[in-house]
Nanobody, 114 residues
Framework: QVQLRESGGGVVQSGGSLRLSCVLS????????MDWHREAPGKGREFVAG????????RYADSVKGRFTISKDDALSTVYLSMDNLKPEDTGRYYC???????WGPGTQVTVSS
């Protein structure tokens, strides 16, 4: 059964940086489009960034463009989300997801203090 495990979250001050990782087990990141989503308290889950497995094209939510970078290492079946210039509104639980599947990991918490 496919498993996803996110890590790298933490508490940072506004303007700080974090790098999240997501390890995909049993499936390969070279065979799936991969997305990062986040969920803030009292809000629904929202798309943050995505990378296509065929051409490695990238997509970002407008709110994170220019600050976040999605990348992957297919040899490690790992997807990364580098986050710079973090803002308090980036606070939430971050999840990775093979696009169009119902599989989600437990997520990793990111808290940005002002």
């Amino acid at each position: 059964q496919v498993q996803l495990r996110e890590s790298g979250g933490g508490v940072v001050q506004s303007g700080g940086s974090l790098r999240l990782s997501c390890v995909l087990s049993m499936w390969r990141t070279s065979e799936f489009d991969m997305d990062w989503h986040r969920e803030a308290p009292g809000k629904g889950r929202e798309f943050v960034a995505g990378i296509n497995y065929r051409d490695k094209s990238l997509r970002y939510a407008d709110s994170v463009k220019g600050r976040f970078t999605i990348s992957k290492d297919d040899a490690l079946s790992t997807v990364y989300l580098s986050m710079d210039n973090l803002k308090p509104e980036d606070t939430g639980r971050y999840y990775c997801n093979p696009r169009f599947t119902g599989y989600w990991g437990p997520g990793t918490q990111v808290t940005v203090s002002s």
